[in-house]
Nanobody
């Protein structure tokens, strides 16, 4: 497994941008698929975006065209660039690692502690 630490959350006005980072420990980061999930208060944790080890990307429909997932294997880091943020994007954002890319929580075996994103209207 891999240790994951998210950063970059905060408070932003609607229409603004944030970039989340997820730093991973271990020498096998490049072989993992990485995902971002989010959990709003009182709701389930939902898939947001994922990137395969080779760079293929996947998004939930509600963030397509606004969010971009990327990875830098040399830095053992995955990013989530979030533009045109909306109040409904408010949630705790988690990064996670999996042996192969997917959209289900059960597919991911390592999780970070989460970072809060709050979008004010």
């Amino acid at each position: 497994q891999v240790q994951l630490v998210e950063s970059g959350g905060g408070l932003v006005q609607a229409g603004g941008s944030l970039r989340l980072s997820c730093a991973a420990s271990g020498r096998t980061f490049s072989s993992y698929a990485m995902g971002w999930f989010r959990q709003a208060p009182g709701k389930e944790r939902d898939f947001v975006a994922a990137i395969s080890w080779s760079g293929d990307t996947y998004y939930v429909d509600s963030v397509k065209g606004r969010f971009t997932i990327s990875r830098d294997n040399a830095k053992n880091t995955v990013y989530l660039q979030m533009n045109s943020l909306k109040p409904e994007d408010t949630a705790v954002y988690f990064c996670a690692a999996a042996p192969r890319v997917g959209r289900g929580l059960y597919e991911y075996h390592s999780w970070g502690q989460g970072t809060q994103v709050t979008v004010s209207s």
